[in-house]
């Protein structure tokens, strides 16, 4: 290395504690005891959680054994639909992880580690799917019913060059390992970086993000296709990866703000997350419910205006009672009403406000998942027996995933630093300020 790149090289690997023009207020700021939890914090609530998460799913499982035919199904798609709703936060936080490397964005400096902290749960999540196919495989497929009863249908033969069981076991591995690599990559140059003070780092990530980016959209879209639509073999959407991103984007960021809304509140990163970024985050809230609102509007469009019945079957399921109930309740929850609150700059500045938002938008991504799963546990049937009778299988079985996943969550947050303290951009998400 020649004299002078390596003295750009010590000058940009300068710590976050080096006395610059921002020395005094960064120390002070990055102060151990507001970036660090006690020793031990959060040990007793995510044991609590794990405990009733446990419970819930127990629940679950047991309810739908006691409810007749389609009532393992019924359990099974449940636990379904917690476990997509917690990969949807998690590969959300994955893509802002990705996004922010690749543009180099300098706000986001002190909240980049939750988004690390949340993606690197993603193996957990990919035990989960991983059972939930070994249930559905003992029981008989009842939720991905093309490799069971339906396997000799002619429009599954269409399709047998990709739905086949022994490719469709290897694709949801190599999903969760591509998600598990890219996540604990960029983890790893973070953590690095807060170790060595290595500006250089930073250029690694962002590089990261070029092409990590790419084989996450793809992964991601081939894994919804896979792990959503494929549970009606019949239907089909070349838009369905695009609205699983769309949800996953808009819960990423309302765990996000929900995970930093929790620590200021106990005291922590006072200083280092403020109301400008509260403000961002809740433009990027808004910015993903018109984004979902548009990708689903023009999926509903285009499959109503082609009317082919493999398509339009899905929809008219969902618009016949009861479940006609979830999908007026998703155009005016996960939209309308999220839409005109967000568009209001003090909404998103006020702490409480924007975490009523998140937490409301985490719910309506879990209802967004109910819809599409637990109608297709009767994809194919003359008549739905069901309905939604035992929805309080639903509800302890949702949450009881959900409660795990959180349980993680607070574990992970808590056995680390709370901010990257060295990372390249920290003294713009000091001086971060919004003008627009």
């Not at 993903?288 to 285009?302: C, D, H, N």
Request: proline share 3%.
């Amino acid at each position: 290395m020649s004299s002078a790149s390596s003295h750009m090289h010590g000058s940009l690997g300068a710590s976050a504690h080096d006395h610059d023009h921002h020395g005094p207020d960064r120390a002070h700021l990055l102060r151990e005891e507001n970036i660090t939890l006690a020793p031990g914090a959060g040990r007793g609530i995510s044991t609590a959680l794990l405990g009733a998460g446990a419970i819930g799913i127990a629940a679950a499982i047991i309810g739908g054994t006691m409810m007749g035919p389609h009532g393992k199904a019924h359990a099974l798609a449940t636990l379904h639909v917690g476990v997509m709703t917690c990969l949807a936060m998690a590969l959300g936080c994955l893509f802002y992880s990705l996004l922010f490397a690749l543009v180099r964005a300098g706000w986001h400096g002190t909240i980049k580690r939750q988004f690390e902290n949340v993606a690197m749960l993603v193996p957990f999540i990919g035990v989960g799917i991983i059972g939930i196919l070994i249930a559905d495989l003992f029981l008989g497929h009842p939720l991905f019913s093309w490799m069971g009863e339906y396997k000799d249908d002619f429009l599954l033969r269409e399709k047998a060059s990709w739905l086949n069981p022994g490719f469709f076991y290897v694709r949801i591995i190599g999903y969760v390992l591509i998600w598990t690599f890219l996540a604990r990559r960029m983890s790893r140059l973070s953590q690095e970086q807060d170790r060595t003070g290595d500006r250089w780092l930073s250029a690694q990530a962002g590089g990261t993000g070029a092409w990590g980016m790419l084989i996450f959209a793809l992964s991601l879209a081939f894994g919804s296709f896979d792990l959503l639509m494929s549970t009606d073999f019949r239907f089909f959407s070349t838009m369905w990866g695009v609205y699983y991103f769309a949800g996953a984007a808009y819960s990423g960021i309302a765990l996000t703000i929900l995970i930093t809304a929790t620590l200021k509140r106990k005291g922590k990163l006072d200083g280092l997350v403020t109301a400008e970024h509260y403000h961002d985050m809740g433009k990027f809230l808004l910015t993903f419910t018109v984004f979902w609102a548009y990708i689903a509007f023009s999926q509903y469009f285009l499959i109503w205006y082609s009317n082919m019945p493999e398509e339009t079957s899905f929809y008219v399921a969902r618009k016949l009672p009861p479940w006609d109930k979830v999908f007026f309740f998703l155009a005016f929850g996960h939209f309308l009403v999220p839409f005109i609150i967000l568009l209001f700059r003090p909404i998103k500045k006020n702490l409480n406000t924007i975490s009523l938002m998140a937490i409301w938008a985490i719910l309506v991504e879990v209802v967004d998942m109910f819809w599409i799963v637990r109608p297709m546990v009767y994809a194919g049937d003359a008549h739905d027996t069901m309905g939604m009778s035992g929805l309080w299988i639903d509800f302890v079985g949702i949450a009881g995933v959900l409660a795990v996943f959180a349980a993680l969550v607070v574990r992970k947050v808590c056995s680390g630093r709370l901010v990257a303290i060295n990372d390249p951009y920290m003294h713009e998400a000091l001086e971060h300020k919004n003008y627009v």
